[in-house]
């Protein structure tokens, strides 16, 4: 399965590291392929190294701007003019999506795969790892937003969120 992952490009602490630190091995051990942002950087590098370490294959999906960031282990490395590219090609190229912990463009990132969805232009899982509660805000909002008839599917068909990444991983493969 291609497992495309949005996350951070920052160093973080241990208590987000670990858990997608154990997510990466888990897709390697499993042999799936890591889509990603393509970066060596923070938590992307780990969850690379991780995959890679586990036996998994990598595919980067980077854009011009952070080519100097790129991850040089990567079996396939694709290369984007800008950022709206960059994530069509990462969802083009997904079976499943999965969130771990960032900042704005990985809120950018997820809220544009569940608008998507919620249009039926794709049916991929989505898959948001709430490590240590960080997306808490989000699941509260998207529940009220489902509460309040402002979305038209129901928010179960849109989204889950897993406590640690073995149930994140158990989603996608049921």
Request: net charge negative; hydrophobic share 45%; charged share 25%.
């Amino acid at each position: 399965m291609n497992i495309t992952v949005f996350c951070s490009a920052y160093s973080l602490d241990e208590r987000y590291t670990a858990p997608a630190a154990e997510f990466a091995r888990l897709l390697g051990e499993h042999g799936h392929t890591l889509v990603w942002g393509g970066s060596h950087a923070g938590l992307m590098g780990l969850l690379a190294d991780g995959v890679k370490e586990a036996g998994g294959r990598l595919v980067g999906i980077s854009v011009q701007l952070l080519a100097h960031k790129t991850y040089e282990g990567a079996d396939e490395l694709v290369m984007t003019r800008d950022l709206a590219e960059r994530k069509a090609r990462l969802l083009e190229r997904a079976d499943a999506v999965v969130v771990l912990v960032g900042g704005l463009g990985t809120l950018d990132e997820v809220t544009e795969v569940l608008e998507l969805k919620k249009h039926a232009l794709h049916d991929k899982p989505v898959v948001v790892l709430d490590t240590e509660g960080f997306y808490q805000g989000l699941r509260t909002q998207l529940e009220r937003m489902d509460s309040e008839g402002f979305l038209p599917r129901p928010l179960a068909e849109l989204i889950h969120f897993a406590a640690d990444p073995a149930e994140a991983l158990a989603h996608l493969e049921a």
